[in-house]
Structure formats: C-alpha cells, structure tokens
C-alpha cells in the first residue's frame, strides 16, 4: 500500500530513444507534481496537474511531456533523450494547490548513456 | 535564482549531539517545510510553519522562522544515526503552486 509510486525506478537508455516514467498516488489527493533533482541534489519543479489541469509548466523542454489520466496518474514521456536529461525525477501528491504537505515517491533514476 | 540556500552543504556529528541547518529564501512566503532525503529515497516531509509563526516543535525537531531576514533554522537534538539524510527546506507563495526547495545540507551522525 505504497502511497506515492513510480515506475521503472531505474531507467539506463541510449541517447535520442523515447521513455517513459509513471506515477501513481492512492492518496485521493488532486494535485501531483513531478521534480528533477540533479548530481548535485538540485530539486526543481517541472510540471504540477491539478485535478488533470497542468498548472505548473516550468522552462522545460519541450521533449518533456506529462500527461494526466487521471487524478490518480501523473505519466512523464520524455523524446529524443540526450545526456543532461540524466538525473532522478521524482513525483510528488499534495492535497490541493495551497503550499500544504507533499508527498514523494521513491524515484526514478534516468540514466541516458 | 529562486533557490534557496541552506547551510552548511555538509555537517558531521557524534550521535547524542545537537545538529543546526539554517535554510534562507528570497522571496515573502505562505509557509516554509523541511523535508528529509535518506540516500536513494524521495523526501519526507518532517514539519511545516507558516509565515505567521514564530517556532514549531515535532518530537526532537525545533524549527524557528524569521521572516524579516528570509530565514529558517532546523535544530534536531539529541542525534542518531538513523538522521543522517539530507536535509532540505521547501518555501511556497501566496498565489503561486510552486515549492522552490533549497539546496539541502547533508548530515552524517557518527555512531
């Protein structure tokens, strides 16, 4: 009964291939976010869906695109893979959109060779 | 950079000691978090103060807030080894969704 789940947690993929990375939250929140943290622990935002509404839309690339299902679903696809895409995104649920308690997953670490 | 800052990056103790990170942002805020990172793990939240308080206690964490420096203190007392993890502090805005997370600070307690 993990709470915040992500799939695959390690993810090793050649250059300019397309991947994907899912998240899933039995939490019943409404808000899900995903994050890159980098080697140097960096954590920033990318994107955040509000009951499937995107509400956050970083300077990302736009290689980088989320997708929401559902509430319950936050999917990241990411095209044409290139080395500085290499880190650990995380995803991350919170109960509405006012700053309150996140929760994270475990992380899925990118690896493009 | 909206980054925030936390110091020190790395602090080391003997398990029983006291740790202290200090956490400074650059913008007003609603409230500040603290998270915790154990290696290959996602965060944890720990403890949450808005920007009207002052101090907030959790077990053997103390938080301290003063907004009129932009900054935050963690002091986790009586240390295990089971805290070491990375540290971060997280600040959000009146009117927009975003955490802007600091940079962390490391800590390892000896045992």
């Known amino acids: 009964d993990t709470a915040v789940s992500q799939t695959p947690k390690y993810l090793v993929t050649q250059m300019g291939n397309d991947k994907s990375i899912k998240c899933e939250q039995n939490?019943?929140?409404?808000?899900m976010y995903w994050y890159k943290q980098d080697s140097k622990k960096f954590l920033k935002i990318m994107f955040s869906?509000?009951?499937?509404?995107?509400?956050i839309n970083e300077t990302v690339p736009n290689r980088f695109s989320p997708k929401s299902p559902d509430k319950a679903h936050l999917n990241l696809h990411i095209n044409s893979l290139e080395l500085g895409d290499s880190a650990v995104y995380f995803c991350?649920?919170?109960?509405?959109?006012?700053?309150?308690?996140?929760?994270f997953g475990p992380g899925t670490r990118l690896t493009v060779l | 950079s909206q980054q925030g800052e936390e110091d020190p990056q790395a602090l080391s103790i003997q398990e029983g000691e006291n740790a202290t990170m200090n956490c400074s942002y650059k913008?007003?805020?609603?409230?500040l978090q603290w998270y915790r990172q154990n290696s290959g793990r996602g965060l944890v939240h720990l403890i949450l103060?808005?920007?009207?308080?002052r101090e907030k206690h959790s077990g053997r964490l103390r938080v301290t807030l003063d907004t009129s420096k932009k900054s935050s203190s963690l002091l986790i007392t009586a240390s295990r080894a089971a805290d070491t993890a990375s540290y971060f502090c997280?600040?959000?805005?009146?009117?927009?969704?975003?955490?802007?997370f600091g940079t962390g600070t490391r800590l390892k307690v000896l045992a």
């Open positions: 991350a649920s919170s109960q509405g959109t006012s700053g309150l308690t996140q929760f």
């Open positions: 939490l019943g929140h409404d808000t």
């Open positions: 869906y509000n009951n499937k509404e995107l509400i």
């Open positions: 913008t007003s805020i609603n409230n």
């Open positions: 103060i808005r920007s009207n308080e």
């Open positions: 997280a600040t959000t805005t009146s009117g927009t969704y975003k955490y802007i």
